[in-house]
């Protein structure tokens, strides 16, 4: 009963953080090898992507009710989302990361310096396209963000945040409801490779997707109440983190 409190409690907040700007998993990951430190990794990426799965669903669901979603453009965006993450799934299995596990605190730390010294970016929603030229960029985007999911995965969420509002010029508001789709496509994608390799937990998995169904829920209303501002922090809080977490990680290798 403590495990599934501590990880049902993880899953709450990760939904909560994941359905305003992404990176749950640098919640719920950690806390799951924390509580199970004997388990098969796979194991526990798999119960982890079957609990975030149906938060980042919901979190597009009620976005999409208070936010406009441009479908044409991103509709496609999540088909070669979902398409990227099987690829890199398939690649890692034949290349290890070690090389990006090294770079992506540099990359992280150019996406955080970039924000911060560019205050207006993200503020106001101006998309720089529209029609095939946006369903393209879009899509692009994707592609190489969902293929990094599948081959590594961490930031996945902030890095469809940024990559929206610096080359779609949404705010970051709109931003983060874009990103809840694709991510939910990613997240789907991987879902089912760990379920056919056997990886997954259902008894934890289904109640971690109640939990981060709420914290989703939660998430989304804050985020949809406080506007873009709100979620420019949250961003800038959560890459922050993820610099320190994959550094400390890169250093141990």
């Excluded at 992507?49 to 979603?69: D, I, L, N, S, Y």
């Excluded at 030229?133 to 902030?158: C, H, N, R």
Aim: glycine content about 12%.
């Amino acid at each position: 009963m403590l495990e599934f409190a501590v990880v049902t409690l993880a899953s709450l907040f990760a939904g909560f953080v994941d359905a305003i700007v992404g990176g749950g998993g640098l919640i719920l990951i950690p806390a799951m090898f924390g509580v199970f430190p004997n388990a098969a990794p796979a194991t526990l990426f798999g119960t982890n992507k079957g609990a975030a799965v149906w938060g980042t669903a919901w979190a597009t669901v009620q976005f999409a009710r208070r936010v406009e979603m441009v479908w044409s453009a991103l509709l496609p965006a999540a088909a070669a989302a979902l398409a990227g993450s099987a690829l890199g799934a398939w690649t890692v299995t034949m290349v290890p990361p070690t090389g990006l596990r090294k770079a992506l605190p540099f990359i992280l730390l150019a996406v955080f310096v970039y924000t911060l010294v560019k205050k207006d970016m993200g503020r106001e929603h101006r998309r720089r396209f529209s029609g095939r030229t946006e369903a393209a960029v879009a899509s692009l985007i994707g592609f190489v963000i969902g293929f990094y999911d599948g081959f590594f995965g961490p930031g996945t969420g902030s890095f469809f945040v940024f990559l929206f509002v610096r080359l779609l010029g949404y705010d970051f508001l709109h931003a983060s409801a874009s990103a809840k789709l694709l991510n939910t496509a990613t997240n789907f994608s991987a879902l089912l490779l760990f379920i056919a390799k056997g990886h997954i937990w259902w008894h934890f998995a289904l109640v971690m997707a109640v939990a981060n169904v709420v914290g989703s829920l939660l998430g989304t209303r804050l985020a949809l109440k406080h506007g873009a501002g709100f979620v420019r922090v949250i961003f800038m809080a959560v890459v922050g983190a993820l610099i320190l977490k994959t550094g400390y990680d890169a250093l141990k290798l």
